[in-house]
């Protein structure tokens, strides 16, 4: 398969560069059957590199490290690099709303209105009837900014968009069905939710996560990305990006630098392993809510499951993934050019964290089902070690 670069990307890196791909890991021991599933998505589905990170309740964590974080210099796979953490940041923005709710500033059965009023055109959908519930939940019927933003088939990484621009592009089409009445993802929902904390609080929303999760938490290499910061700061993978070619046939191209504009509080924003890690445990620990807006958070809806996928469900900025060997996991996934996470864990009959696991690829998947399949494959070896 053919490499490439897209844009001058040495010129357009921000901050520093890798000095150095030696990142130690939490433990040198892997599980073997994680390093397997790792394995596949490398060897057999061509991915370029892939990393797990999987903690149990009082033993330290386990990192599996597989493939390249550069193709061209064949550096390995940093165990805890920097990676762009997309949709990840819906679950931070959404235990934000819920601490809002626990301090009687937002409701989340009060309508988007009554914070943004006049924000949503009436063409777009009624913010009277939409609850802070439904925009958590994705049953807004707002429509997706992102349809026809360029992709795939016209990869554009450096163009930039303000908050409004965004908004607008969803603001142009009517709403997709009445709110509360069906489930469809939507980014535009979360745009919203952000400037709702930025209402209630006098602060950028980017600042709340930070003081309220980041901090607390103690994920210090975590951050948001300055406008026109293209590149990842300190150690990271190099993020690549499955493109066509002539012919039909697939190229990969490097994009592991771009404009981030494109995320805002649905996606913006940059993590490692090691952090999402200590967000998920903190989140489902108890650190970060009382039980009772936990139990909110979980209260889920049956969504589509893509090819390859187990059965999912969402609840308010959070996942549940049917685990093959019984139950259910909770966490979230993100998905965005050069960069694919998704985090689990499991609870013991005491509503305790029992295990955690965050898988990371560099690479986004091409049209081939494999690759998605054998990414929850890997997920499911660290929170299924015995199935």
Not at 42 to 60: I, K, N, Q, Y
Not at 115 to 127: H, M, Q
Request: hydrophobic share 40%; net charge negative.
């Amino acid at each position: 398969m053919k490499r490439w670069t897209v844009g001058p990307v040495a010129a357009l890196l921000v901050g520093a560069t890798v000095t150095a791909w030696t990142f130690p890991a939490d433990s040198s021991a892997s599980a073997p059957g994680v390093q397997h599933a790792l394995d596949v998505l490398t060897h057999d589905d061509g991915l370029p590199g892939a990393v797990a990170r999987v903690t149990e309740a009082s033993h330290p964590a386990r990192t599996s490290v597989s493939g390249v974080g550069d193709v061209d210099s064949r550096a390995p796979m940093p165990a805890d690099g920097h990676l762009r953490m997309a949709s990840n940041v819906k679950s931070m923005v959404a235990t934000v709303v819920l601490q809002l709710v626990a301090e009687r500033k937002v409701g989340l059965d009060t309508s988007l209105a009554t914070y943004l009023p006049g924000v949503v055109p009436p063409r777009a959908g009624d913010a009277d009837a939409i609850t802070i519930r439904e925009l958590l939940q994705h049953t807004s019927g707002l429509h997706e900014y992102s349809d026809g933003l360029p992709s795939h088939q016209n990869f554009a990484p450096f163009v930039h968009y303000t908050r409004d621009q965004l908004l607008q592009r969803a603001f142009a089409k009517g709403p997709d069905f009445p709110p509360g009445t069906q489930y469809r993802y939507s980014n535009t929902g979360y745009i919203l939710l952000g400037m709702v904390i930025e209402k209630v609080t006098g602060q950028p929303w980017r600042d709340e996560v930070t003081r309220r999760i980041f901090e607390p938490v103690g994920m210090r290499d975590s951050y948001f990305p300055a406008a026109y910061e293209y590149g990842l700061r300190g150690v990271y993978a190099h993020g690549y990006m499955q493109l066509p070619a002539a012919g039909g046939a697939m190229t990969e191209a490097d994009v592991t630098h771009l404009d981030p504009s494109g995320g805002d509080a649905n996606g913006d924003g940059i993590s490692t392993p090691g952090d999402l890690a200590k967000f998920y445990t903190a989140l489902f620990g108890g650190q970060l809510l009382p039980a009772g807006l936990l139990a909110e958070m979980e209260k889920v809806v049956a969504t589509p499951s893509p090819p390859g996928s187990p059965e999912l469900a969402y609840g308010l900025g959070i996942g549940r993934y049917t685990l093959p060997c019984g139950g259910y996991a909770w966490g979230n996934a993100g998905t965005t050019n050069g960069f694919q996470t998704i985090s689990g864990l499991t609870l013991d009959a005491r509503g305790r964290v029992a295990r955690e696991v965050t898988i990371e690829v560099n690479s986004t998947f091409g049209p081939q089902p494999a690759e998605a399949t054998h990414f929850f494959d890997a997920l499911f070896a660290g929170l299924c070690p015995a199935h």
